[in-house]
């Protein structure tokens, strides 16, 4: 999502107690849809519903997590760090705080090269 979402459309997916639960797993740690559906108790397919739409909303970040058996997969960690709502004057304004994304190296750079140069360098 380009621009910052408005304040209804937070709250509104920060009023989902599953995606409440995998925000907080998710800050602890980077997780798997697999890890997040038996850490938070919820099925595989509510888990990546969940996901989607904090995606959609910049909540939760995603980066791909490279084994050596080949079986390369998706794990996702908490954006969000702060939300906060203020009422001034007759009008709410909301401010959204996220982590610096540098817990995924290389994740800002366009160039493949560039990326796993970061990557490589933060092992």
Known sequence: MSEEP???AV???LSDEYAREILAATSVKPMSAQQ???????????VYRRIERLREYDLLGERTEIRDDGNHHSVYTATL??????????????TVQRR????????Q??????????MWENL
């Open 36 to 46: 997040l559906a038996e850490a938070c108790e919820m099925s595989e397919p509510t």
């Open 81 to 94: 760090s702060e939300l906060s709502v203020e009422l001034d004057e007759g009008t709410f304004e909301a």
């Open 11 to 13: 709250l509104d997916v």
């Open 109 to 118: 750079e366009d160039d493949t090269a560039d990326r796993f140069a970061s």
């Open 6 to 8: 408005g304040l209804g």
């Open 100 to 107: 610096d994304t540098a817990s995924f190296p290389g994740q």
